[in-house]
């Protein structure tokens, strides 16, 4: 019998994800962008079919190449037909708000961020705090109910310098030294008849 034929080995793939650009629907498109813009200070890329009255935006952190933020109002934004009537029935009833957030991150000031968004009528849902998992965030829901969650790397301490070992040995002399002396037992006499 011939022996069985290993599979070819399959290139691995030279593409790599660079980064994401989720895409949510709101009822209100012009309104969301305002939202995004005040409270995280995304930027407007790229609006369709225009900028007045966009049905799509696509909004980033300053540059294309990173964070970023698609909304649109469900309808086509190629040829402006209007969205179907299960996007439509979906958004009214808020399924996607239920099992979608979005996390980002800051590099810097997130306490000034989230005083910010307090001032400027954020609906907050979690005040500021830190997490166990190393990050200080805060949360809040965006005008279609959108939870948006914000996070920043909390700094991590150095630890304490260790003592060196000499130090150690002088410490436990002096506390020996310290100690009181036992009292030595007195011998026992046998009694005298």
């Known amino acids: 019998m011939a022996p069985a034929k290993k599979p070819a080995k399959r290139k691995p793939s030279t593409s790599k994800v ?5 895409y949510i ?3 209100n498109v012009a309104r969301s962008v305002t939202w995004y813009k005040r409270i995280l200070g995304l930027q407007v890329e790229m609006a369709m079919p225009n900028k007045k009255k966009p049905s799509f935006v696509r909004m ?13 109002d469900g309808s ?11 996007v439509t029935t979906a958004m009214s009833a808020r399924k996607a708000q239920k099992v979608v957030s979005f996390y980002f991150r800051v590099d810097k000031k997130i306490d000034g961020l989230f005083e910010s ?5 954020a609906k907050i849902s979690q005040p500021i705090m830190n997490m166990d998992y190393g990050m200080r965030e805060f ?9 948006v969650a914000v996070g920043q790397t909390k700094a991590v301490r150095p630890a304490a310098p260790k003592p060196k070992p000499k ?5 436990k002399a002096k506390a020996k030294a ?3 002396p036992k009292a030595k037992a007195k011998p026992k006499t046998k009694a005298r008849r």
């Open 25 to 27: 629907r709101v009822k």
């Open 178 to 180: 310290k100690a009181k």
């Open 117 to 121: 968004a307090k001032r400027k009528k």
């Open 167 to 171: 130090a150690k040995a002088k410490v």
């Open 60 to 72: 980033n952190a300053g540059s294309p190449d990173g964070v970023a933020l698609m909304i649109g």
């Open 76 to 86: 086509d934004i190629m040829t402006g037909k209007k969205a179907p009537a299960a």
């Open 139 to 147: 949360s809040m829901y965006d005008p279609d109910g959108y939870l």
């Open 18 to 22: 660079l980064f994401t650009d989720p």
